[in-house]
């Protein structure tokens, strides 16, 4: 099948759309740049027409309303197939987004006292679907089968009347840094409906996601807008620090400005400033999505997620925006991320270290300055001009400071034994430099790995007791180790005390998408693999998803290099 402007309707010429006119009514600078690439023809996709009955659409069946998880009875029908029938009908082909989750590499609880932090993306990612319906369905479904969500609204119930009222009404090139509360109120009907049958706390979990979907809807969507089924799978765990909810929030607002042509590209030649110009639009709507989740996001979550790479972001007045500056530099260092599963809360985390500064204000301030020194020493390393992450020094200076930063952590009280025991099962096998990320006192821990194997035969992980005085070095390993099977056995280790690895990339890229959602994995009929939804929830854990749709090309040790089909905005 063609990849060539798939969601262009025949007759429809560029620049035309109702977007653009109401863009031609707005006047910041920001948006006369876009106007501009918008009208350039650049690969914009277009929206389908509720007027336009040729649009055609997979023969999906109705969704479950129950709430329940279940893969309901798709019948999908693939899309070359619809085309070989009828050609001289425009199809609307699925497409998807991507964003990836983050970790505070350098600098959390600082930044709480207003040091700067460093967050860099990393490869763990949320995938989202998009699967258009006929028109006459005027149906939106929520598809997240992650929290087991599954809801559906009737498009023309929805509380349009709200959003598009002159008063209220926001445009997709509008910055918002707060909700409308009446806008909330007219929504929350429709929020209240969601998953009621479900113990309270998932109720949360469900009408939170569905909130951020549903505000970015009204905003940026109108009555017209077209009957789709949403289906979000991601990659990250839930609640551990690494930006999950940003990832919802970028992948809803991307799409959804895609949807209503409010961005250009993305494609290979455009220039850096549009693609900024393009991730700054998502980044803008992104946030709102948080603020339903999150009440009150710093921001640092989404801006990590719609750009990728690594940011320092640092917010010295509360009253004001923060500062927040990229790290274009940011080496896409290998990373070995274990979870706790020990479930925090940021704000008790966040409530020790103002305790522990009311009792010893001195010690506190110096020990918070001691990790501005620790963030600060990295940010000068990584901007100086002959900046090479593959020299071994540099990587090693960065290793340290992470050693450093997470022995500051410790001493401000936001550790947690499994943290310090997944450290002593990492160090014990030399393997890289490991800290606490994000709140502490439980949640994820960070390595970052040396380039080459060690050259000390590591201990047989299972002789590492708690105690260190326990610790024996297992000299029947006789084979030189490779970072691979030590890892290999590290990850036996810490599954068996109920720790979860992952090994990622730090500050790879942001928002992604691949439109259609067709891959080239090699093994597929003429014009690559179609993947529909039915496809898209059928894979296996986070495997199957990276399998399936993943960003990373199996060639992934090549810098930069992505999966056939994926484009992103690179700055
Ligand atoms: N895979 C997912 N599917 C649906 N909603 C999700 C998913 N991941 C995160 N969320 C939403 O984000 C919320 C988690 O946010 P939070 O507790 O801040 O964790 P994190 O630190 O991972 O962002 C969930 O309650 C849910 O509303
Ligand atoms: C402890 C803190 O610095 C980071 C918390 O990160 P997270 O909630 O674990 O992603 C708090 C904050 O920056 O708001």
């Given at each position: ?16 759309s109702r977007q653009q006119s109401e863009k031609s009514q707005q006047?910041?600078?920001?948006e006369?740049?876009?106007l ?133 009404k926001?445009y997709y090139y509008d ?47 109108s ?37 209503i042509r409010a ?309």
């Amino acid at each position: 099948m063609t990849t060539h402007s798939p969601l262009r309707r025949r007759g429809q010429s560029d620049g035309h759309s109702r977007q653009q006119s109401e863009k031609s009514q707005q006047s910041d600078q920001e948006e006369k740049t876009s106007l501009s690439t918008v009208s350039n023809g650049t690969q914009t996709p277009e929206p389908p027409s509720p007027d336009d009955d040729s649009i055609m659409a997979p023969n999906l069946t109705l969704p479950d309303r129950s709430g329940a998880s279940k893969v309901n009875n798709l019948q999908v029908q693939p899309v070359s197939a619809i085309h070989m029938r009828r050609p001289s009908v425009p199809m609307m082909p699925p497409f998807m987004v991507s964003a990836p989750g983050k970790v505070i590499v350098y600098g959390e609880h600082a930044v709480v006292h207003g040091k700067a932090a460093i967050a860099a993306s990393i490869s763990l990612r949320s995938y989202l679907h998009v699967t258009f319906l006929s028109k006459s369905r005027r149906t939106v479904t929520l598809r997240f089968p992650d929290i087991s969500l599954d809801h559906t609204w009737n498009i023309d119930d929805l509380p349009w009347a709200a959003f598009s009222h002159p008063k209220k009404k926001k445009y997709y090139y509008d910055l918002v840094t707060s909700l409308d509360p009446d806008l909330v109120a007219a929504m929350q009907p429709f929020i209240a409906c969601v998953s009621t049958k479900l113990p309270e706390s998932d109720r949360r979990i469900h009408q939170s996601s569905a909130s951020a979907f549903l505000y970015l809807f009204l905003s940026l969507g109108s009555q017209k807008s077209a009957p789709c089924i949403y289906t979000l799978r991601s990659t990250i765990p839930i609640g551990a620090g690494l930006g999950s909810s940003a990832t919802i929030a970028v992948c809803l607002s991307a799409a959804l400005l895609l949807q209503i042509r409010a961005l250009s590209g993305p494609h290979p030649d455009q220039p850096p400033q549009e693609c900024g110009l393009q991730i700054e639009r998502i980044n803008r709507w992104a946030f709102v999505g948080e603020m339903c989740i999150h009440g009150n996001p710093s921001g640092v979550d989404n801006t990590v997620s719609a750009g990728g790479k690594a940011v320092l972001f640092k917010r010295a007045d509360y009253n004001k925006p923060p500062v927040v500056i990229p790290l274009r530099n940011f080496p896409e260092l290998p990373l070995l991320l274990v979870n706790t599963r020990q479930s925090r809360s940021t704000a008790t985390e966040v409530a020790k270290v103002a305790n522990l500064k009311a009792a010893h204000p001195r010690i506190t301030e110096n020990l918070l300055d001691s990790i501005d020194h620790v963030t600060e020493s990295a940010h000068d390393l990584i901007t100086s001009p002959d900046f090479d992450p593959t020299h071994p020094a540099a990587l090693q200076h960065l290793g340290e400071l992470i050693t450093i930063n997470h022995g500051l952590l410790v001493s401000l009280g936001v550790s947690h034994p499994k943290l310090e025991r997944i450290r002593e099962l990492i160090d014990h096998t030399g393997i890289g430099w490991t800290k606490l990320t994000g709140a502490g006192g439980g949640g994820c821990a960070i390595t970052i790995l040396k380039p080459q194997p060690p050259v000390r035969t590591p201990p047989s992980i299972s002789t590492i007791e708690s105690d260190e005085d326990d610790c024996e070095i297992d000299s029947a390993v006789s084979e030189p180790p490779t970072t691979h099977n030590i890892l290999d056995t590290l990850e036996i280790a810490l599954e068996a005390e109920g720790f979860e690895k992952f090994e990622t990339t730090l500050a790879g890229d942001g928002v992604g998408v691949l439109w259609p959602a067709v891959l080239h994995n090699g093994n597929e009929e003429d014009g690559g693999e179609e993947i529909d939804q039915e496809k898209f929830l059928r894979a296996e854990g986070n495997e199957g998803i990276e399998r399936l749709v993943g960003v990373a090309s199996s060639r992934r040790r090549i810098a930069k290099e992505v999966r056939e089909g994926w484009k992103f905005w690179r700055t």
